[in-house]
């Protein structure tokens, strides 16, 4: 099994700045992608950003050149970095991973953008 735990989620202003970051544990050696998602009231649950193993990132279209995806490897720890964020960025964001025959959740961390 493996454990995720975000942390970093908050209130922020508009054009404001958050780093989001998302532990693994338990047998976090069996991960090999780990991505975030996001919810917002009354939506469907969306991908904002993903990292492979390797390092390869993949970002939805609207977080392109705002957000940033990283991961340390030795920390099993994924990172999301948000810039100039938008009150339409206001969601409950979820850390996932994924081993080859498992996939994961965290609990989820709330991310409200005034404006």
């Known amino acids: 099994q493996v454990q995720l735990v975000e942390s970093g989620g908050g209130l922020v202003q508009a054009g404001g700045s958050l780093r989001l970051s998302c532990a693994a544990s338990?047998?976090?050696?069996?991960?090999?992608?780990m991505g975030w998602y996001r919810q917002a009231p009354g939506k469907q649950r969306e991908l904002v950003a993903a990292?492979?193993?390797?390092?390869?990132?993949n970002y939805a279209d609207s977080e392109k050149g705002r957000f940033t995806i990283s991961r340390d490897g030795a920390k099993n720890t994924v990172y999301l970095q948000m810039n100039s964020l938008k009150p339409e960025d206001t969601a409950v964001y979820y850390c996932?991973?994924?081993?080859?025959?498992?996939?994961?959740w965290g609990q989820g961390t709330q991310v409200t953008v005034s404006s």
């Open positions: 990292i492979t193993s390797g390092g390869s990132t």
């Open positions: 338990g047998r976090s050696f069996s991960i090999n992608n």
């Open positions: 996932n991973a994924h081993s080859v025959y498992y996939e994961y």
